[in-house]
Each structure stands twice: as C-alpha cells, then as structure tokens.
C-alpha cells in the first residue's frame, strides 16, 4: 500500500466514514468515493475490502464504462443500506441476534446480568494476549482492547485516560430494542479483554448512544488511578 500523510492513514473511523457515504449515496466506485470523502483510493479501497470482510457492504460487477473489465460497485448492506427494504436486508445473524437477544430479556431474571457475563467470557477468549511474562501498562491494555473492538467491527477510537469513542454498533438495530442485553454484552466484552490483560474494570461504564452515532466506554483501570493517569471511573454499567 502507498504510503499516505497521518490524515490519510487506513482507520477504523474512517471505515465508517466510507460506510456512512455507501448508505447514503448507494452502489459507488473506489474513484467516485474517493474523490467525494476527499481521500487516496487505496485508502477507500482498504476500507471496502474490510467492511466487505465485515459483511456491512457488498461487492458487484457493473456495466463496463469502455474497454477493458467490468467496474467494480460497492453498496451497504444490512440495515441501512440503500436500496434495500429493511425487512428484507436483514441477514440471517441479525435475525438471530434478535431471536436470541428477546429470549435472554424475557426468560431471565436479570438479563442485563447475564448478557454481561457471557459478554465477560467472550472477552477472555477474544482479545490478544500479552506475552508470557509481560504486563502491558494500561495504555497498552485500552489498546488492545480497542483492537479486538475494531475486529468486531465498533470502529473505535481509544484515549489514553481509558475512555473508548465507539464509532458504530455492529448490533444497532437490535440494541435500540434491548439496550439492556445487547450493550451489557458489549460491555462484559471490554471488561472481559481487560481482565484477560490483568486489568482492573470494577468502575467499567457504557454509555450507549451518547448521539445517534457514538457511544461511550470508560474502562479507567485501578492501576491507571494509583499511575496518577486519569479519574476514576464513575460506577456504572449498561442501562437495564
């Protein structure tokens, strides 16, 4: 890949940049892309490949523009795709996330509870560990964290005092009907990644849709506190 000024860099914030403008124009081209978010093609090249990857767009052959191959057009997929009725872009993993999720809120005594605790044990098995041996500083720890989050797609931006800016939600459609399972899920997820690094969550805080694109976590750690690094974090947990 070229090399680009820091503003042109590859990130998960500006996948959903280009996520964002798929909605909202429809089937597009890497050139017509670039040339509307102001970025390098291989840049919004890069991004299409992952959220194809993700599942969030789709790839198509178009009509040739002339000689040579087919253009290649991008569209979004799933809710909020253009040119697809809602009822029928919703794929079989969000309609299993929906089956599943208004189970655990009807059929538990705590769902918010229970989802965080699944959410936890994914965490454990889903963040990079550290070498043996090593104990990252918790800078470090809301690093990988955020890693493992921009594998899943929640396009995050980490801050050096613990707080993670999520960009999107994989789950939105779901969590706006059962905030209470899906973001405590979200959170037992960081919390689970950061004790698998061995930090400390006891002050852990989701705050889910903070604005309609962005939600706040804030996963100040004991020994972030104790490094003189941050606040500590205010008690907290997803909105049952």
Known sequence: MDDFPPERQPSSTGRAVVLDALRARGPATVPALAGELGLHPNTVRFHLTKLVQLGL??????????????????????????????????GEYQLLSHILTGYVAAHT????????SAGRQWGHHLVDRPEPGRHPEDV?????????????????????????????CPFRAVAEQHPGVICSV???????????????????????????????????????????????????????
């Open 57 to 90: 767009a789709r790839e198509d052959r178009g009509a040739p523009a002339g000689p040579g191959r087919p253009r290649l057009l991008y569209r979004a997929t799933g809710p909020g795709g253009t040119g697809e009725r809602a009822d029928e872009s919703i």
């Open 109 to 116: 005594d705590d769902p918010a509870a229970a989802a965080r």
């Open 140 to 168: 470090r720890i809301i690093d990988r964290v955020s890693a493992m989050l921009d594998k899943l797609g929640f396009a995050p931006q980490a801050r050096p005092s613990g707080e993670i800016l999520l960009h999107r």
């Open 186 to 240: 979200h959170l037992g997820l960081m919390e689970g990644a950061v004790d698998e690094l061995g930090g400390s969550t006891e002050d852990a805080v989701l705050q889910p849709f903070v604005t309609p694109d962005l939600c706040v976590a804030r996963l100040s750690t004991s020994d972030a506190v104790d490094a003189g690094n941050g606040n500590q974090g205010r008690p907290g947990s997803a909105p049952a």
